[in-house]
């Protein structure tokens, strides 16, 4: 099979395309999958360059959908010719995938295997972000970080749809467009201000926003707590422009008895359970229309390099997905 392979840490460039043998027949609890989509997340650029673990040699790629083509021994929940999807499964950038059976969910009929191998990870994230890690209420405002990306895209509907006013930061006159036809009600350019705090207190009547959501990390996060009112949440759960320092947590007193948080997808769906229902809420807003997923761009398997040096360019709005 073909597959991309990461030998050592580094830059986009390190990931090669090679032929290799495929991964044999499912083990145990597994399923394997013809792969038909591979979602591009930042998450695997931490991996690529180091900053989160990752056991070289190895194939990268954490989120997919595909065809079952064998399942092993203890499968219940699948068959082979089903539809699935999977999330943090190590291995996905290959066009046949090793699957444990609770990290993989059925595509419903009506999704096509391209949507569901790229909305799983921006989905059911934007999902804890607005149910668990801070709950908006209806009257309140927040304020959503890359707000035309691929979590903010989802995250915004989800929070408007149930009467959040949501402010929303984007660097372009193009992504603005964008953010606001996704629901947001106001917009501040980070390319148009040097104080974006300043401009959300004013958007705010002086108070601030209930909760931040920050999926950009080093350059926003001293924004995101001066942007906060009193009692406010910092939902920090990404760090696309790098990663926070190590943060005096006196700050959070003297900025008004705030909250931060740093969650992880990982943990919000520890059991399949968990993962069903959430996973279904997400599939559930596609088929009726109360949510819109965006894939901004398709490549090859062969130019995962080049998805890497888009996604990292931040000049995309959506998901980025390979395909064999």
């Not at 149930?162 to 603005?176: C, L």
């Not at 950009?216 to 949440?233: E, Y």
Request: some cysteine.
């Amino acid at each position: 099979m073909h597959a991309i392979e990461i030998r050592e840490t580094g830059g986009p460039e390190v990931q090669q395309y090679v032929e290799k043998p495929g991964p044999g027949q499912p083990g145990e609890g597994q399923i394997l999958v013809g792969l038909a989509a591979a979602g591009v997340n930042f998450i695997d650029l931490y991996r690529r360059e180091g900053r989160y673990p990752l056991p070289v040699p190895c194939v990268p790629g954490e989120e997919g959908s595909g065809t079952v083509l064998a399942t092993g021994p203890g499968v219940t929940r699948f068959k082979t010719g089903d539809r699935v999807a999977w999330t943090t499964v190590l291995g996905s950038y290959a066009e046949r995938v090793l699957v444990p059976e609770d990290k993989a969910i059925a595509v419903p009929d009506g999704i096509d295997l391209r949507t569901a191998g790229g909305v799983l990870v921006h989905g059911m994230t934007a999902h804890f972000l607005a149910h668990d890690s801070y709950p908006a209420r209806a009257g309140e405002t927040v304020l959503v970080h890359a707000a035309a990306g691929g979590v903010g895209l989802l995250l915004t509907q989800m929070l408007t749809r149930r009467g959040v006013r949501v402010i929303g930061a984007v660097s372009t006159a193009e992504k603005e467009r964008t953010a606001r036809a996704n629901g947001c009600d106001e917009v501040i350019r980070y390319t148009e201000t040097d104080d974006l705090a300043a401009g959300v207190r004013a958007l705010t009547g002086g108070e601030g926003v209930h909760a931040v959501y920050d999926g950009v990390g080093a350059a926003t996060f001293d924004a995101s707590l001066a942007s906060l009112r009193v009692r406010g949440t910092l939902v920090l759960f990404g760090g696309a422009s790098g990663a926070v320092p190590p943060v005096d947590v006196m700050r959070l007193l003297w900025g008004g008895s705030l909250t931060l948080t740093r969650p992880y997808l990982e943990h919000f769906r520890a059991t399949v359970e968990e993962f069903e229902a959430r996973a279904g809420a997400v599939f559930r807003g596609l088929l009726d229309g109360t949510l819109t997923f965006t894939v901004a761009g398709t490549y090859p398997l062969a130019d995962a390099h080049r998805a890497h040096t888009d996604l990292a360019s931040r000049a995309t709005s959506g998901k980025l997905l390979l395909v064999p």
